[in-house]
């Protein structure tokens, strides 16, 4: 509820009036109740997503998954399968989610050890009616909680964290990049 208020807040603070708001949650009929929206006579495009998140871990756990000592398996190996089946399956799980054929997928894992931390990136691809940033936001939220449940024995302070959008292409709205705040240190 705080999320939601300060998010209000902050769209007025902008000096956006709440009907300019409202008009921007394309899932709500006239009497602001739920729908899907209808797709049906936008036009097929080539879209594209691309998606973050990061595991923070013991360096020792990260030790381990480079080393293929977990005894669950090859760390990285299942969770790339996870996200992949998680993106094929994200309008089972999310409810005003388009089904989608999906013709790409990939997961990419990078490790920080000095930091504590997994890197996971999905990116998405469909040519369709609508986009796949729900498909490549659910590959990477699937591929970490793999990771978590892979390690949890050896390492139950896991933290899942920053699962963002980065990149996204192709339809009316066309293209969003994410740009990233550099933190003063």
């Given at each position: 509820?705080?999320?939601?208020?300060?998010?209000?807040?902050?769209l007025?603070?902008?000096?956006e009036?709440?009907?300019?708001?409202?008009?921007k949650f394309?899932?709500?009929d006239?009497?602001?109740?739920?729908?899907m929206?209808d797709?049906?006579?936008?036009?097929?495009s080539?879209?594209?997503?691309?998606?973050?998140?990061?595991?923070?871990?013991?360096r020792?756990?990260?030790?381990?998954?480079?080393?293929?000592?977990?005894?669950?398996?090859?760390?990285f190996?299942v969770?790339k399968?996870a996200?992949?089946m998680a993106?094929?399956?994200?309008s089972?799980?999310?409810?005003?989610?388009h089904?989608?054929?999906l013709?790409?997928?990939?997961?990419?894992?990078?490790?920080?050890?000095t930091?504590?931390?997994?890197?996971?990136?999905?990116?998405v691809r469909?040519?369709g009616?609508?986009?796949?940033?729900?498909?490549?936001?659910t590959a990477?939220?699937?591929?970490?909680?793999?990771?978590?449940?892979?390690c949890k024995?050896?390492?139950?302070?896991?933290?899942?964290t920053?699962?963002?959008l980065l990149?996204?292409?192709?339809g009316r709205s066309g293209?969003?990049?994410?740009i990233?705040?550099?933190?003063?240190a």
């Open positions: 509820m705080i999320d939601v208020e300060w998010n209000i807040r902050s007025l603070f902008n000096n009036s709440i009907v300019n708001i409202m008009a394309t899932h709500l006239e009497k602001n109740k739920s729908r929206v797709v049906t006579q936008k036009e097929p080539l879209r594209e997503a691309l998606a973050c998140g990061k595991v923070l871990m013991k020792g756990t990260i030790e381990e998954i480079e080393a293929h000592n977990v005894a669950k398996g090859d760390v190996g969770a399968i996200g992949i993106a094929k399956k994200t089972n799980i999310i409810p005003m989610c089904p989608l054929e013709t790409g997928i990939d997961i990419k894992f990078s490790t920080d050890r930091k504590g931390e997994v890197t996971i990136e999905a990116e469909t040519f009616r609508t986009g796949v940033e729900m498909e490549a936001m990477v939220s699937a591929a970490a909680l793999t990771i978590y449940d892979m024995s050896a390492d139950r302070e896991m933290i899942l920053d699962i963002k990149k996204k292409s192709g293209l969003f990049e994410r990233e705040k550099k933190s003063s």
